[in-house]
């Protein structure tokens, strides 16, 4: 009698236990993630991601509790399912480098088999459960784990914060407005915009490297009045500096006051980026700033309007999704989510800007389409492309290292393939800004660096490195004589150039430089000559990095 009290005593004492562990294993996963990605997102960018998580969690768990009729067994099948499901990716990769997946990580007979496996475990121990009764040390080591899985990223990510406010405090932001003379106002202020075409190369490393010959397409540009530099330059070999450099007239050393070189952290350059002297500059004359958003949100300006649409995933919301079977479960119904998802960006920007005349002036219009960068999502004629290999933004080594099966060929016929696509995108969006302005714009097509195929990745010194700098500087000035623009323009000059032809600003035109940094180390600057020897030889092969 006195056994069957206690039985029924450590009964109830289970059914009482407080059970939070499927809430805290819905968002772990995510908070990691973010700690990992934690320079590159914003707090705010995790947040629908862990709604729809806790959405999803708290259904399952429902429809778990309804199957099961008891609640902690349905909270550990839930724990171990959302375990399984943000584990996904990480298992699949792992087991690719133990040789499951031949030829390509995508290989929907493998992914099947792993399914099975996953499907078999998952039904083995649900069986298990509902089978036998749980003792209730297993919902306190489930609590105790997930709570231990939530505190630690979080520990992290205030370490990381706590890091960031410490260096803003020692380094600070030198990017006040520029002193100018000349204009304050202007009668007619032109609407500016600057398309830039992420990646996109110049037409000499278009022909040597990738065997494409956009002369026709300069012809264009310059029938509808560019007037586009021959040996125009970046000066960063990455987007976020270069981008944040353009935008403030000035090089990165010259705006940030501090050493820098051993931080990985990218919030000084998103905050150069957000706060630019050019939006100030153009603001202080009564211009309104646009800026398409890109799911970068490191590079991402946000202007006075940033346009945008309410289901487009950000950075971390696309990095999250390859690691659960989503992005396998579209490929196998016949598309890649991930890869649509970016065409559909891509259109929209074009589509946004094109329109964009229509808005009242005057008014500064910034868009970056990421393309021809990677992924190579569109053949030449515009058609879906969906590589066989994952969703990735990779260049250079890591193109082939992250995507097994892709190889240095796959890069050079997927970016030919996307100038493609792009030129005629460019000029039809160019055709609707002038047809659609009421007076001539000023239009810049300028990319932010160029692509990253040659021997200069394993070697810096290697004269091919004028790959990664050479890029597409189109100009379109109304009123402004093409021999005044020079042809070897610097990018950190552009708009120093524009404001002085147009509210005579009298900014001085700074010396040429240029610098590669490294994605852990980016404000480690080490600079690259570029001479007339500099030049790009024929990239053929499969190797990136012989």
């Not at 597409?472 to 323009?489: H, K, S, T």
């Not at 940094?517 to 690259?528: F, K």
Request: glycine share 6%; aromatic share 14%; charged share 20%.
């Amino acid at each position: 009698m006195k056994t069957n009290k206690k039985r029924i005593s450590r009964h109830s004492q289970g059914e009482q236990q407080v059970v939070i562990h499927p809430v805290l294993f819905a968002i772990n996963s995510i908070l990691f993630l973010y700690v990992e990605a934690f320079s590159f997102v914003d707090a705010w960018a995790i947040t629908r991601s862990i709604v729809l998580s806790t959405v999803g969690t708290a259904l399952l768990w429902i429809a778990l509790r309804w199957w099961l009729g008891d609640l902690r067994k349905s909270a550990l099948l839930t724990s171990l399912t959302l375990t399984l499901f943000f584990a996904y990716g990480a298992i699949a990769w792992k087991l690719n480098d133990f040789g499951w997946f031949p030829g390509t990580h995508w290989d929907p007979g493998s992914h099947a088999a792993l399914w099975v496996v996953l499907t078999v475990l998952w039904g083995g121990v649900a069986t298990l459960v509902r089978k036998y009764r749980l003792h209730s040390n297993w919902t306190y080591f489930a609590n105790v784990f997930g709570t231990a899985a939530v505190v630690i990223p979080l520990m992290i990510g205030a370490q990381h914060t706590y890091t960031a406010i410490a260096i803003e405090k020692v380094v600070g932001l030198r990017h006040e407005s520029l002193p100018t003379a000349g204009k304050e106002a202007v009668e007619e202020p032109p609407d500016i915009y600057w398309i830039l075409p992420d990646t996109y190369a110049r037409a000499d490393i278009l022909a040597d490297v990738f065997d494409y010959d956009n002369q026709p397409f300069i012809e264009e540009l310059k029938e509808r009045g560019f007037s586009v530099s021959p040996e125009a330059v970046s000066n960063y070999s990455t987007t976020a500096l270069s981008v944040a450099s353009i935008l403030n007239m000035d090089y990165m050393q010259n705006l940030i006051d501090g050493n820098l070189e051993d931080s990985s952290n990218w919030w000084l350059s998103r905050r150069l980026l957000n706060e630019n002297r050019l939006g100030r500059f153009l603001q202080a004359r009564g211009y309104t700033t646009y800026s398409v958003a890109t799911q970068y949100d490191n590079i991402s300006w946000r202007s006075d309007n940033r346009i945008s649409r309410w289901w487009f995933l950000n950075y971390f919301e696309a990095n999250l999704l390859p690691r659960t079977p989503i992005q396998v479960v579209s490929r196998i119904l016949g598309m890649s989510a991930l890869h649509e998802h970016h065409r559909a960006r891509t259109r929209f920007a074009l589509d946004w800007v094109g329109e964009a005349a229509d808005l009242p002036g005057p008014k500064f219009v910034f868009v970056q389409v990421v393309t021809p960068h990677p992924p190579f999502i569109f053949g030449p004629r515009g058609e879906a492309v969906n590589p066989p290999w994952r969703y990735s933004w990779a260049e250079g080594m890591a193109f082939e290292w992250m995507q097994p099966g892709a190889t240095k060929s796959d890069y050079i016929e997927g970016f030919r393939g996307q100038v493609q696509y792009i030129n005629r995108q460019l000029i039809e969006t160019v055709d609707r800004i002038q047809a659609r302005s009421k007076r001539p714009p000023v239009i810049v097509v300028m990319s932010d660096h160029g692509p990253a195929s040659g021997e200069w990745l394993s070697d810096l010194s290697h004269p091919s490195i004028i790959e990664r700098f050479g890029i597409l500087n189109a100009l379109r000035l109304p009123d402004v004589a093409a021999a005044e623009i020079p042809e070897d323009f610097s990018a950190v000059n552009t708009f120093r150039f524009i404001l002085n032809q147009y509210f005579d600003a009298r900014l001085d035109m700074l010396e040429p430089k240029t610098y590669y940094t490294l994605e852990a180390q980016p404000y480690r600057y080490i600079p690259i000559e570029l001479t007339q020897d500099t030049q790009m030889p024929e990239a053929q092969g499969d190797s990136c990095c012989d």
